[in-house]
């Protein structure tokens, strides 16, 4: 049984969002926000233990499980869920709070932190690339680019066509357990399954992709670079904290390069040998090393 609730909200972006909720109302806010292919259940084993001294909202974000799926892949650019995010805390009267993102979450979670300073108090990351350093590693890390490269396949419109001939089934065998170990996820193959299987979810999913500015070269390309990537880049203002599986088959070690010129304030917790999927694959490290951070931080 979950120790947590599962509720759905409207949001004045225009979408709605199913979201666990845990913990009392009047504690600290934090906001878990998941990534590809999942849901709040990314953060099963860490909202229950956060929830004792936290109100922790886990939403699913739009285009996944049974949120809203708005059609057309302008509705999935990374302002529309940073914009829920705001909408999902401003619903609860929550002022300022602790932000936490896994792999797209966290891409979200990145961009929600710069362009809201006044409301995200403190941020955690788990395996999900800053958004300077991982396009500059797509142009310079050649083992970062070629992990990459997955990326443009989500992107063909034709993936859908490949989902549709083999089925969820060797998609979640085949492909998805390429970066995890089976034994530690096995018994979620079934919810998976079923949340994938929901009414345009698994387009509204690969959306996220599409609509997604960062460039994958080609391996033999050599595209011109983008221009920011020369130039200054807005450090963070808010103490954050990085926690990486360095066993991450598809976001590289080279994403923590550089990051301490760009976060004042940092703390790098390296989980060595746990993977991408680090919130369920080693849960324990995981919460704990989010808990040491807060108490650190007085929060």
Do not use: C
């Amino acid at each position: 049984m979950s120790e947590f609730d599962l509720q759905r909200v409207a949001l004045s972006t225009g979408v709605e969002l199913d979201f666990a909720v845990a913990g009392h109302a009047t504690n600290p806010a934090i906001i878990l926000l998941h990534g590809f292919p999942e849901s709040h259940r990314t953060w099963r084993h860490q909202i229950a233990d956060l929830a004792k001294d936290h109100f922790v909202l886990a939403p699913d974000q739009r285009g996944f499980a049974r949120s809203s799926k708005p059609e057309g892949v302008e509705n999935y650019t990374p302002d529309k869920p940073v914009a829920d995010l705001i909408a999902l805390a401003d619903r609860f009267d929550i002022e300022r709070f602790t932000l936490v993102g896994h792999d797209w979450g966290g891409a979200i979670a990145w961009m929600a932190a710069l362009n809201h300073p006044d409301r995200i108090a403190r941020l955690i990351i788990v395996n999900a690339p800053h958004p300077f350093v991982f396009q500059k590693t797509l142009f310079d890390d050649m083992a970062q680019r070629e992990a990459s490269q997955y990326i443009t396949a989500f992107r063909n419109p034709e993936f859908e066509v490949y989902l549709e001939r083999v089925g969820f089934n060797e998609f979640f065998d085949k492909n998805f357990l390429r970066h995890t170990d089976f034994s530690k996820v096995a018994d979620e193959k079934p919810i998976y399954l079923e949340q994938w299987s929901q009414p345009g979810a698994m387009t509204a999913m690969l959306n996220w992709y599409r609509a997604s500015a960062v460039q994958v070269p080609a391996m033999d390309a050599t595209p011109e670079r983008p221009a920011f990537l020369d130039g200054p880049f807005p450090p963070l203002k808010m103490p954050t904290l990085v926690i990486w599986g360095m066993g991450d088959k598809a976001l590289l070690p080279s994403q923590l390069e550089g990051l301490d010129a760009l976060i004042p304030d940092l703390t790098i917790d390296r989980l060595d040998g746990v993977g991408h999927f680090a919130p369920w694959e080693a849960p324990n490290q995981v919460t704990a090393a989010m808990r040491k951070w807060l108490e650190a931080q007085g929060a």
